[in-house]
């Protein structure tokens, strides 16, 4: 019995020393900080990371971009450098999703790839009405009284300032203006009074609208009271200019 109870306390005794002889470390040959005597992995593998080796990309001018409609469309362009060894990488760039026919944000993207991957870059392009894409002659088409608020039905409108403009001859027959001030693709009226036939009469107006999203077209609510006798009289209407 006694003899039993030795044999196990020398079997014990010899696993422990094997155990305790087995070497512990990195056993991952792809890490940093691998040990080719390490005989038991202890956790403790580091690993590079790969990413910082990738191509970095710096984009030129503005991002997000703003252009206005129905301007060209400017590429800005990008770099790329190698952080390895600081040399130049080529730069491709896709923005053919930009639509500068149409108001809305549109995406440009740049890439740039070499041995360890492959970075990307993203440009926000918002397409945008400014005061300019009001200038032009336009055709109206309404439901305004011919009598109290007689609007023209064809009108040429130009720019006053940064963001102001005037709709000239702006009545029928009896000729008048509309001063707007715009803020993009909103339109303002603001209250004023506007003489019609030479100074015979005079209406007070005020409104507001918006523009389309393809700057072919605009609609305004214009409030008015006309003080002309007889024919004079308040109301409300809508007016949508379009484009010729």
């Keep these: 019995?006694?003899?039993?109870?030795?044999?196990?306390?020398?079997?014990?005794?010899?696993?422990?020393?094997?155990?305790?002889?087995?070497?512990?470390?990195?056993?991952?040959?792809?890490?940093?900080?691998?040990?080719?005597?390490?005989?038991?992995?202890?956790?403790?593998?580091?690993?590079?990371?790969?990413?910082?080796?990738?191509?970095?990309?710096?984009?030129?001018?503005?991002?997000?971009?703003?252009?206005?409609?129905?301007?060209?469309?400017?590429?800005?362009?990008?770099?790329?450098?190698?952080?390895?060894?600081?040399?130049?990488?080529?730069?491709?760039?896709?923005?053919?999703?930009v639509n500068t026919n149409e108001v809305g944000t549109y995406e440009v993207i740049y890439t740039a790839t070499n041995q360890y991957g492959t970075t990307t870059e993203t440009r926000e392009v918002n397409v945008v009405v400014g005061a300019g894409n009001y200038e032009g002659t336009f055709t109206t088409d309404h439901n305004c009284s011919g009598t109290q608020f007689p609007i023209a039905g064809e009108t040429d409108i130009t720019l006053t300032g940064e963001n102001t403009l005037v709709i000239e001859n702006a009545f029928n027959l009896v000729g008048g203006q509309i001063d707007l001030v715009v803020d993009g693709s909103n339109v303002t009226v603001p209250t004023q009074e506007q003489a019609l036939a030479g100074g015979i009469a005079t209406v007070t107006l005020d409104g507001s609208g918006t523009m389309n999203s393809t700057a072919t077209s605009f609609v305004i609510d214009y409030n008015y009271d006309n003080a002309a006798p007889l024919i004079g009289g308040q109301g409300s209407c809508t007016v949508t200019y379009t484009r010729q």
Aim: charge should be negative; aromatic fraction near 8%.
């Design 1 to 97: 019995m006694k003899t039993n109870y030795i044999v196990l306390l020398a079997l014990a005794f010899i696993a422990l020393t094997i155990s305790s002889c087995r070497k512990e470390g990195c056993t991952d040959e792809t890490a940093t900080n691998y040990d080719p005597k390490a005989k038991k992995d202890d956790g403790s593998c580091e690993f590079e990371d790969i990413s910082l080796k990738f191509p970095q990309i710096t984009l030129n001018g503005n991002n997000p971009q703003s252009v206005f409609i129905n301007e060209d469309y400017v590429e800005l362009g990008a770099t790329a450098i190698n952080p390895e060894d600081n040399s130049e990488a080529d730069v491709e760039i896709d923005n053919e999703a």
